[in-house]
């Protein structure tokens, strides 16, 4: 499975963008996808995730309250309301077959980046 994410770009602080993620396969079905992002220097970190079968979703604390994930025929999303300097990061979609693996951090599929700049 490959994954395609997109919507990155350049916001203001308080202001909001929308990712997206795409299965190669057409569909997420059967699998748990999540949002990870990479600051600078830093670890990647989870974000948020979402099982496709029951749409239930978990995020990260610093997140909760201003992102949410969430999906469509084939795409997993990722809104993200107000924006502060340190979302700054390059957001990874990925997916795996087990909720676990993802919140773990060690999902099998990963996408390419796709950066996320917030100026203050």
């Known amino acids: 499975v490959q994954l395609q994410a997109s919507g990155g770009g350049l916001v203001q602080a308080g202001g909001a963008l929308r990712l997206s993620c795409a299965a190669s396969?057409?569909?997420?079905?059967?699998?748990?996808a999540g949002w990870f992002r990479q600051a600078p220097g830093k670890e990647r970190e989870f974000v948020a995730a979402?099982?496709?079968?029951?749409?239930s979703t978990g995020y990260a604390d610093s997140v909760l309250g201003r992102f949410t994930i969430s999906r469509d025929h084939a795409k997993v999303h990722l809104q993200m309301n107000s924006l502060k300097p340190e979302d700054t990061a390059v957001y990874y979609c990925?997916?795996?077959?087990?909720?676990?693996?993802?919140?773990?951090?060690?999902?099998?599929?990963w996408g390419q980046g796709t950066q996320v700049t917030v100026s203050s």
């Open positions: 979402l099982t496709w079968s029951d749409a």
């Open positions: 396969e057409g569909t997420f079905s059967r699998t748990t």
């Open positions: 990925a997916a795996d077959a087990l909720t676990q693996a993802v919140v773990a951090g060690v999902p099998a599929y």
